[in-house]
């Protein structure tokens, strides 16, 4: 599988952008879906994700009531919503895929990864 993120950019803060990530070839729908993020100096952390299905979600804190994560299998795309941005939600943003039946939050659990789009939000 291969992924392809976009939708990052210059955002200020309040605003509402939203990711894309494409999925090549005939298997995504066999894999959990999730989102990443990595601020610099920091750590790469969860953000959100998603099963194979779209019927469960699972939220890092810091995303909770603010960030969206959906699918679309017959498009192969997964998205991130993400509202009310801050500062501090500033860094490169990942999708990754992982073959599990349930989503992880533990990014040497995921399988595949994208190059990476960068979010930055200006106060």
């Known amino acids: 599988v291969q992924l392809q993120a976009s939708g990052g950019g210059l955002v200020q803060a309040g605003g509402s952008p939203r990711l894309s990530c494409a999925a090549s070839?005939?298997?995504?729908?066999?894999?959990?879906m999730g989102w990443f993020r990595q601020a610099p100096g920091k750590e790469r952390e969860f953000v959100a994700g998603i099963t194979r299905t779209g019927g469960s979600t699972l939220y890092a804190d810091s995303a909770k009531g603010r960030f969206t994560i959906s699918r679309d299998n017959a498009k192969n795309t997964v998205s991130l919503q993400m509202n009310s941005l801050k500062p501090e939600d500033t860094a490169v943003y990942y999708c990754?895929?992982?073959?599990?039946?349930?989503?992880?939050?533990?990014?040497?659990?995921?399988?595949?990864w994208g190059q990476g789009t960068q979010v930055t939000v200006s106060s």
């Open positions: 070839g005939r298997t995504f729908s066999r894999y959990c």
């Open positions: 990754a895929a992982y073959r599990g039946v349930v989503v992880t939050t533990t990014d040497r659990e995921y399988d595949y």
